[in-house]
């Protein structure tokens, strides 16, 4: 997945092939229409990204990539 995201008034561009993954984490039973998937990425540059992944009721109805911080990435991975 790549995409192009706004994060702190800067245009990136964010990308899952040429990313490292760094953590992974599901909520909820697979089929559970409010489950879902995270996939927390770095770039070369050093920021930060999620892809989330979920059933029809989850916070990711879609696939999406979301930019975070460094702290909230560090916040993801405790």
């Known amino acids: 997945m790549r995409k192009t ?3 702190e008034g ?13 953590a992974h984490r ?6 559970d229409p409010a489950g879902y998937e ?3 990425y770095q ?3 050093g920021l930060y990204f999620v ?5 029809a009721d989850s916070l990711y109805p879609t696939e999406d ?3 975070i911080s460094k702290k909230d990435a560090e ?3 405790a």
């Not at 990308?15 to 760094?22: F, G, I, P, Q, S």
């Not at 599901?26 to 089929?31: N, P, T």
């Open 10 to 22: 800067k245009r990136h561009v964010y990308d899952t092939a040429k990313a490292t993954e760094v």
């Open 51 to 55: 892809v989330g992944v979920g059933g």
């Open 5 to 7: 995201k706004m994060f």
């Open 43 to 45: 770039t070369k540059q």
């Open 65 to 67: 990539l979301k930019p």
């Open 38 to 40: 995270e996939t927390l």
């Open 75 to 77: 916040a993801f991975e």
């Open 26 to 31: 599901s909520f909820g039973g697979f089929g």
